[in-house]
């Protein structure tokens, strides 16, 4: 086995505790967009269409149904804040891909990929002029992408993908926009990706969505779903023709799609703002999201203020499968993610992170979206991101909407939309392969990109995992 460049270069213990001394544990977006307030559901009413879940996927449906049908009642119930949990807390990134990259969508869906790329992209086209039309404040910069080559054996992956929107920058043309010792190589991505500040879309969304006219309802849990789609909350019931279930990560209230997902924590840092001769010590003029080429990635980003986001790298799996607020703090795996920070910015030492946080991705066995209805129709759901569904949520929204009012589209004659990933095994079996793939990932990394049996059957059977 190989050493990764994170430890060949890691930096000194010192560092790094200096810079983490000061972080808090609390998420940089949400304290950074204040929110509105809106009330607790009481009582016993009718709608046209009930959307549980206040994050993008719930937010997207209930403001595109009411501007499909302005004369519809559409009621939104969200059990905590709006945008607090995934939507409030990811990194930025807005990605045209609706399969969670090329290769991902390429082995699933191989013959209808170039149908997913053309409407990926549609779809962040549409995202970006509805910002544009409805004055949403969401910081959106569609700046694109560079995918990062930090071992020799990712600098080929990586010219293998050049092409008309993608072009391979050697180790000379990648450190001319951004500096780092570890960069070998890159894939500058200019129109598939875009950054926004996720709780400021969250809170427009929801802005946007009481304009036209939607009923917004917080601190209001839907505990089950009664006859037809009667939705039981603490202090009312709500009786909806239609209803969109936009819980993600939370458990199902469909009983089918209870071994569907599983939570997986992700973990981020966040700097203080970089001075103007930090900023020019590693370039980054062209503000493109970034991430590298491993198994357990990083990606990153700068802020409207030129603060760096550093997350991803250290993905986890807690046994049982559940969402707990203790999960989000994992000091072990902060010093981690700021120690691979230094390696990759040793010029920034002295830096220091003002937050850290965590949040649950809801991940699924194909690593992309899934989609269906239940009750004759009268419901539908969009779930299984896996953590690249800032974009995606819009789109299945859009799908939703669809199967919803029976409509054939083109969306729901995609095999991604009509067929489901395999099922996670249930306790104690879900934690062991879990956490075996896990390490054969990370053995990967260590065997310059060798995937090991078990990852080769698990690909076989398309049942996979990735950080």
Not at 25 to 52: K, M, N, S, T
Not at 75 to 86: F, K, N, P
Not at 310 to 338: K, N, Q
Request: net charge negative; aromatic share 10%.
């Amino acid at each position: 086995m190989t050493t990764t460049v994170f430890e060949r270069q890691a930096p000194q213990a010192a560092v790094v505790s200096h810079a983490l001394a000061p972080a808090r544990q609390a998420v940089f977006w949400i304290e950074d967009a204040p929110g509105d307030a809106y009330p607790r559901f009481r009582g016993d009413i009718q709608c046209d269409l009930a959307v549980v879940g206040g994050g993008y996927t719930g937010l997207w449906t209930a403001l595109l149904a009411k501007r499909e049908n302005p004369a519809a009642r559409v009621v939104l119930l969200e059990g905590r804040r709006i945008g607090w949990a995934a939507s409030g807390r990811n990194g930025g990134f807005c990605e045209a891909s609706l399969t969670h990259g090329d290769e991902n969508g390429r082995t699933r869906f191989g013959h209808e990929f170039d149908e997913l790329q053309r409407l990926g992209m549609a779809n962040l086209d549409e995202i970006e002029a509805t910002i544009a039309e409805l004055g949403l404040d969401a910081e959106f910069e569609r700046n694109g992408a560079i995918d990062l080559a930090t071992e020799p054996h990712q600098v080929e992956w990586l010219r293998e993908a050049d092409g008309e929107d993608a072009r391979f920058l050697d180790r000379e043309a990648v450190q001319a926009e951004v500096h780092s010792p570890t960069y070998l190589g890159g894939l500058l991505r200019t129109r598939d990706s875009a950054l926004v500040h996720p709780a400021k879309l969250a809170r427009a969304l929801a802005r946007a969505c009481e304009a036209a006219g939607v009923e917004l309802f917080e601190h209001s849990p839907v505990e089950g779903i009664g006859e037809g789609t009667t939705l039981y909350t603490p202090e009312g019931v709500v009786r909806s023709k239609r209803t969109a279930l936009a819980t993600n990560v939370f458990p199902s209230l469909l009983k089918r799609n209870r071994l569907a997902t599983v939570p997986v924590y992700d973990y981020v840092l966040m700097t203080e703002p970089l001075s103007p001769a930090q900023l020019a010590a590693i370039g980054w003029s062209g503000r493109q999201g970034l991430g590298d080429s491993a198994n357990q990635f990083h990606y990153y980003r700068l802020t409207r203020d030129n603060r760096i986001l550093f997350g991803g790298y250290d993905a986890v799996y807690h046994y049982g499968g559940r969402v707990r607020e203790r999960y989000e703090d994992r000091p072990a795996t902060f010093r981690t993610l700021a120690a691979h920070f230094f390696t990759t910015f040793p010029q920034l030492e002295g830096l220091t992170f003002t937050n850290r946080w965590a949040g649950a991705i809801d991940t699924c066995s194909r690593f992309c979206a899934f989609f269906g209805t239940a009750r004759g129709g009268t419901v539908a759901y969009a779930t299984g991101y896996t953590g690249l569904g800032v974009a995606a949520t819009h789109f299945g929204a859009q799908v939703m909407l669809d199967l919803l009012a029976g409509r054939e589209t083109e969306r729901t004659s995609l095999e991604m939309v009509r067929s489901r990933p395999l099922p996670f095994p249930p306790e104690p079996a879900a934690s062991v392969g879990i956490n075996l793939t896990r390490w054969s990932l990370d053995r990967a990394d260590h065997r310059e990109g060798r995937r090991n049996l078990f990852l080769r059957t698990l690909d076989a059977v398309g049942l996979g995992f990735d950080s």
